[in-house]
């Protein structure tokens, strides 16, 4: 058995989860503690954590590394989330932390952070493959910030952020004496203007399930659903109703159990918007935590593989789906994706790519042309900006910052002409960038006229040659012109001499 550490320092508490677990994955939690801390209460109201309230982390923090020590747990990963991430003195933060206690905090982005959590889904909810193949909302409403994941047909469509959490509303709103007078109109309708877009693109999927994920939620199952996991609508909405009654038995289980009446408000009309909109049968609020998804995400690292997870999935099919937003041919993108996945397979092992790596290629050569919808000549600097500011569940802005320069240097002839518009990459890294962009270079040579006319039979590394096999049908006389440019790009690029061969 192996054990593992998944701390967790967010906006209302700091949380640890203690697991051990054997070679198929199966896991035994051995702790599971929370400790309160208003980190969001300093960084949402005044912009940093005080200096009062990084002592109490600290405290926090020194009694689970006791404990960690008790069960003599070396591996862990320590994560910190919007109240540490948007605080000016986050570095300052962290830094003081590691010192007192060793520990590492690693900042999560937003993506990053709701891609761990829904690591867990899977195997949370019983009929989860259903709910995607039928349609569902993910709808979290964090401290800071709400985060909403459409699924339909089993692939991911959309992925939103919108900065409405119940915290944040809490402290935007509360020094306004209209406010007070109107609290929940304004919230509500503060809530419908900023999710509008969404709102429209639900109704005209016809979306009929709902997931609802976030610590108020999660409470308020456990308070006044006696903690069930789907809820019939109806009572959903009108515990709602009693909530805005401000009803003496709701109002003092809320007060008992530290939670704020408004704060609790705020986060369940979120909920609410949704209900409205979709109409669904039950609401489904699983207990799942960014802990869970933490633990998950490092026990499929660790093992060989664990049946039935693709994390890597939900990455490309909302890659995919932006593509087609930007009106990119479906055919071209499946075909160099498919040649590429090839090529690198056959390359890993000789160059020590990094499997990751190939995640970073796939997701390059399927948004290549999205510049094309605003820009057709030069497009390539168009589709690196784009890329750039993109927010795709699952990537981070390193990952996307990665992926736009593997994107824009596809584009170029030879490695000398490598542009690498980040001075904060590491050697390596620039590397990387070269090589995949050489990959795609070629592949996208190989499919020019855009007719998939070509395909790879075989790929063979023999000391310094690679030889790849093809066979054609038609005309291939403009990829046969481009090929003879990409092959100076790859060739220089990876030290191999590239032999291509054509079968009947």
């Known amino acids: 058995m192996k054990s593992f550490a998944s701390i967790d320092i967010g906006s209302h508490s700091i949380k640890l989860k203690i697991v051990q677990f054997d070679s198929d994955g199966n896991i035994e939690v051995l702790e599971d503690i929370r400790k309160d801390i208003y980190l969001g209460k300093d960084s949402f109201k005044n912009g940093y954590i005080k200096t009062r309230t990084i002592e109490d982390a600290i405290d926090i923090l020194t009694y689970f590394k006791k404990l960690m020590n008790d069960y003599d747990v070396l591996n862990y990963k320590a994560v910190a989330t919007s ?238 789906n932006i593509a087609k937003r930007y009106q990119s041919s479906t055919m071209h993108i499946n075909d160099l994706e498919k040649k590429s996945i090839k090529i690198f397979n056959a390359l890993r092992p000789r160059y020590h790519l990094p499997k990751s790596s190939l995640k970073l290629l796939r997701v390059s050569i399927i948004l290549h042309e999205i510049g094309k919808f605003t820009k057709m000549n030069n497009y390539e600097d168009a589709s690196f900006m784009k890329i750039k500011n993109l927010s795709i569940l699952g990537l981070s802005s390193k990952d996307l910052n990665l992926i736009g320069h593997i994107n824009i240097n596809s584009f170029i002839s030879n490695a000398e002409e490598a542009k690498i518009l980040d001075s904060c990459f590491s050697n390596e890294e620039k590397l990387l960038v070269i090589k995949l962009a050489s990959i795609q270079n070629l592949v996208d040579s190989l499919d020019k006229s855009k007719k998939q006319r070509i395909s790879i039979k075989d790929i063979t590394l023999k000391h310094k040659k690679m030889i790849i096999t093809l066979k054609h049908s038609g005309n291939i006389a403009l990829e046969k012109y481009f090929l003879e440019k990409s092959i100076h790009y790859f060739q220089n690029t990876f030290g191999l001499k590239l032999v291509i061969q054509e079968v009947d």
């Open 83 to 320: 109240a540490i991430r948007e605080a000016k003195n986050a570095l300052f933060v962290l830094d003081q932390i590691f010192m007192s206690t060793g520990f590492r905090v690693s900042i999560l982005e937003e993506t990053i952070e709701k891609y761990l959590t829904y690591h867990s889904l899977s195997n949370t909810i019983r009929n989860y493959e259903d709910l995607k193949k039928e349609g569902v909302i993910i709808v979290e409403a964090g401290s800071g910030n709400l985060e909403i994941t459409i699924y339909k047909n089993n692939k991911l469509m959309r992925n939103y952020e919108v900065k409405i959490g119940p915290l944040r509303l809490q402290y935007m709103l509360e020094d306004s004496p209209i406010v007070a007078e109107n609290f929940h109109e304004i919230v509500e309708d503060y809530i419908f203007s900023s999710t509008e877009s969404i709102i429209k693109y639900l109704k005209r999927k016809n979306i009929k399930n709902l997931i609802a994920i976030g610590g108020e939620i999660k409470k308020i199952r456990s308070l006044f659903f006696n903690n069930q996991s789907e809820v019939d609508t109806e009572d959903f909405e009108e515990f709602y109703l009693a909530l805005l009654d401000k009803n003496h038995k709701i109002e003092d289980a809320l007060f008992k159990n530290s939670l704020n009446y408004n704060e609790t408000l705020s986060s369940y009309a979120i909920f609410k918007t949704f209900t409205n909109v979709i109409s669904p049968k039950k609401v489904l609020i699983p207990s799942i935590s960014l802990r869970d998804g933490i633990i998950s995400d490092y026990i499929s690292r660790t093992l060989v593989k664990i049946p039935g997870e693709d994390f890597d999935k939900d990455i490309i099919d909302l890659a995919k």
